[in-house]
């Protein structure tokens, strides 16, 4: 079952999805950084781990990245399940489908312990359509 979130709603695969490829590497950073949407539309995030570590990607705000990323210090091996998450090995990569039905300013991080820490996050905004 979807859950709509404050960050949007998981999405459905479908042909001729824009795909934005997002990289993870083991200086701790997302490369892009910061990426920009508009209101109702539904993306490929193509996570890749560059690293020779495992990384994730979580969507989130940032309350939710900081609770989450506390429970992850109390149970390192937590398994995620959910679609705006995903675990990614080195030298892999995890799509998430992602319909980002609510503008404003939302987070991205990897939440594995120490990583959120050392700055692994990045930025997404969602704008509204335009109104021409």
């Not at 993870?24 to 890749?48: I, K």
């Not at 989450?68 to 390192?76: C, D, N, S, T, V």
Request: proline share 6%; charged share 20%.
């Amino acid at each position: 079952m979807k859950e709509q979130k404050a960050w949007g709603i998981a999405g459905d695969e479908q042909p001729r999805l824009r795909t934005l490829t997002i990289h993870m590497t083991d200086d701790m950073r997302f490369s892009p950084s910061h990426f920009n949407v508009q209101q109702g539309e539904t993306l490929r995030l193509r996570v890749e781990n560059k690293g020779q570590i495992l990384h994730e990607v979580v969507l989130g705000t940032r309350a939710t990245l900081d609770e989450h990323a506390q429970l992850m210090l109390k149970f390192p091996t937590m398994e995620h399940a959910e679609p705006y998450m995903a675990h990614v090995a080195p030298s892999q990569s995890a799509d998430l489908i992602w319909s980002f039905n609510r503008a404003g300013s939302f987070e991205f991080a990897c939440l594995i312990p120490g990583h959120y820490q050392a700055g692994m996050t990045g930025t997404f905004t969602v704008t509204p359509p335009s109104t021409r």
